[in-house]
């Protein structure tokens, strides 16, 4: 692994749960972690998602400057720790690439929605970049 660690996030379209992990391990781990995402169907020439740009920016993450982007494999070539969120997104990595899938909570399933959901995936999010960045940055 690298002196700094190479994590791309990935889910569908690269509007909603990667980009708030990409954004929060930012916010965590400042430079000690370099952060990315994409999408396996990324939504090419859209926006993040509103509610979850609202949720990250409650928490003093900022996605202003990200546009979606398409999961290639010279991408997932450049990244020491590929996380796939959610169980949507399938991934074949090039060989030697680690893949972390973590099967983030999905609020909907339990009948919450609109910026509560948001919150919630937010939340397990957190909780998961948290531990991935004292995993990544211990010494």
């Known amino acids: 692994m690298s002196p700094t660690p190479a994590v791309l996030f990935v889910c569908v379209s690269n509007r909603g749960k990667s980009v708030m992990a990409q954004a929060l391990t930012r916010k965590m781990a400042g430079a ?14 859209g926006h993040v998602n509103e509610l979850s740009a609202q949720v990250l920016a409650e928490v003093g993450a900022e996605v202003n400057d990200h546009h979606p982007r398409q999961l290639t494999d010279d991408l997932m070539r450049a990244a020491d720790i590929i ?3 959610g169980s949507s997104a399938e991934v074949a990595a ?9 099967d983030t909570d999905e609020p909907s399933q339990r ?12 939340d397990d999010i ?5 531990g991935l960045t004292t995993r990544l940055t211990a010494s």
Do not use: F
């Open 94 to 102: 090039p060989d030697g690439v680690v893949v972390e899938v973590w």
């Open 32 to 45: 000690a972690i370099s952060a990315s995402s994409a999408g396996t169907a990324a939504a090419i020439g």
């Open 111 to 122: 009948g919450i929605d609109g910026i509560d959901r948001m919150r919630v995936i937010r």
């Open 126 to 130: 957190a909780a998961r970049v948290a």
């Open 83 to 85: 996380v796939v969120l």
